[in-house]
C-alpha cells in the first residue's frame, strides 16, 4: 500500500452558502455546528483546528455562476489544507462543496512534490451519507435545485465547461467504487441511475427497518479497499425525518442518532483511509425548533469520525 503521510491537525473550510447566497437557508448550517462547541469539542481530541471561510461570492452571475466559483474556492481550500498536512473539513450549505473537495484533492496530488502517494496510484472512493444521490443531469432533472446535479458534474456528464474550470477538476468514473448509505429519497429514474452508474448502496427502506451500523460494516469488511482512499460526505438530511426538519427534503427510512454516530465511527476504522469530510444541507430554521437538536446530533457524528482517525492512526493529536 503506498504510504501517504498522516495529517496533523483539521482545517476546517467554511462555506455557509445556498446557491451562493451567503447565510441563507442551508447556508445557516455551517455557523449552527460551529456555534455548538465543534472546534472545542475536536481540540479536546489533542487535535490542532485550523479555519478557513470562503469569502461572499455576490460579483458572479446568479446561482450558476456564484455556485460554481464557491466550488472552485473549495478546491483550493482543500488543496491549501492538504499541502499544510492536515485534514480537510468541510462545513458547507450546499452538497456541491464535495465536487469542490474532490478536484482539490486531485490538485492536491498532482502538484510538485505531493505527498499523497495513495491517491496518485489509486485514485479516489467515495462514502456518501445522503437521502438524496445528487446524480442528476439536467436531462432528468425535474425541479430545478442545481444542487442535485454535483456527482453528474463530477463524473463528467454535466455542466462541463464550468466544472473544468474548477482546479483539479478531472471527470471521475464511480463504477464499484461509490458508496451510499441511507440513500432513499429517489424517483424510479433517479435510482437506476445509480444503479446503471456502478454505484452500491446500503438502501434506506420504510417497510423493514435496516441496520445500518451493521450492513456498513459488513460491507467495509467485505472489501473496504475498493472505496480507498476515500472522500466521506454526510448530508445531514440521511437522519430519520423524526428526529426533525434538517432541511427542506426531510424522508422517513434514514439512520437515527446512534447509527449515524456508529457508522461515522466506524468509516476510519475499517481501512476506508479517509482524505475528507463534508458535512452539509442543514438548514437549522427549516423546522420548528428542530435546528439545536441536529446540530447537536452532527456535531457527535463528526467528533466520533475524528476521534476514530485519531485512534486508527489517520490523524496526529498534539
Not at 461572499?56 to 460554481?68: H, L, N
Not at 451500523?213 to 473496504?224: C, F, I, N, P
Request: glycine share 10%; hydrophobic share 40%.
Amino acid at each position: 500500500m503506498p504510504q501517504t503521510p498522516t495529517p496533523s491537525g483539521i482545517t476546517i473550510i467554511s462555506a455557509p452558502y445556498h446557491v451562493g447566497l451567503r447565510h441563507h437557508r442551508v447556508g445557516n448550517g455551517p455557523p449552527r455546528l460551529l456555534a455548538h462547541g465543534l472546534i472545542n469539542a475536536l481540540q479536546d481530541l489533542g487535535l490542532t483546528v485550523h479555519t478557513a471561510e470562503i469569502p461572499p461570492v455576490d460579483a458572479y452571475e446568479g446561482e450558476i455562476g456564484r455556485s460554481f466559483e464557491i466550488m472552485r474556492r473549495i478546491s483550493l481550500a482543500v488543496t491549501a489544507a492538504v499541502e499544510q498536512n492536515t485534514f480537510p473539513l468541510i462545513l458547507s450549505g450546499n452538497c456541491m462543496a464535495s465536487v469542490g473537495a474532490a478536484c482539490g484533492l486531485n490538485a492536491a496530488k498532482a502538484s510538485a512534490g505531493s505527498t499523497m502517494k495513495d491517491l496518485e496510484d489509486e485514485g479516489l472512493g467515495f462514502i456518501y451519507f445522503d437521502a438524496h444521490d445528487d446524480l442528476d443531469s439536467p436531462d432528468v432533472h425535474e425541479n430545478g435545485y442545481l444542487d442535485a446535479m454535483g456527482l453528474s458534474m463530477l463524473r463528467g456528464e454535466s455542466w462541463k465547461a464550468l466544472s473544468r474550470s474548477i482546479p483539479g477538476y478531472k471527470p471521475l468514473s464511480y463504477d464499484q467504487r461509490f458508496l451510499y448509505v441511507g440513500l432513499r429519497d429517489q424517483s424510479p429514474v433517479q435510482r437506476q441511475r445509480v444503479i446503471n452508474a456502478g454505484m452500491d448502496a446500503i438502501w434506506g427502506r420504510t417497510d423493514v427497518r435496516v441496520d445500518y451500523v451493521s450492513e456498513l460494516k459488513g460491507r467495509l469488511q467485505k472489501d473496504a479497499e475498493r472505496y480507498a482512499p476515500s472522500l466521506v460526505h454526510l448530508d445531514l438530511d440521511v437522519l430519520d425525518e423524526s428526529l426533525g426538519k434538517v432541511n427542506d427534503y426531510p424522508s422517513p427510512g434514514g439512520l437515527f442518532e446512534e447509527e449515524l454516530v456508529g457508522c461515522l465511527d466506524l468509516v476510519p476504522r475499517m481501512g476506508t483511509r479517509p482524505r475528507s469530510l463534508t458535512v452539509c444541507s442543514f438548514d437549522p430554521d427549516a423546522g420548528d425548533g428542530d435546528g439545536d437538536r441536529i446540530a447537536k446530533i452532527g456535531v457527535r457524528a463528526v467528533v466520533a469520525f475524528c476521534r476514530a482517525m485519531v485512534e486508527s492512526g489517520g490523524l496526529v493529536g498534539r
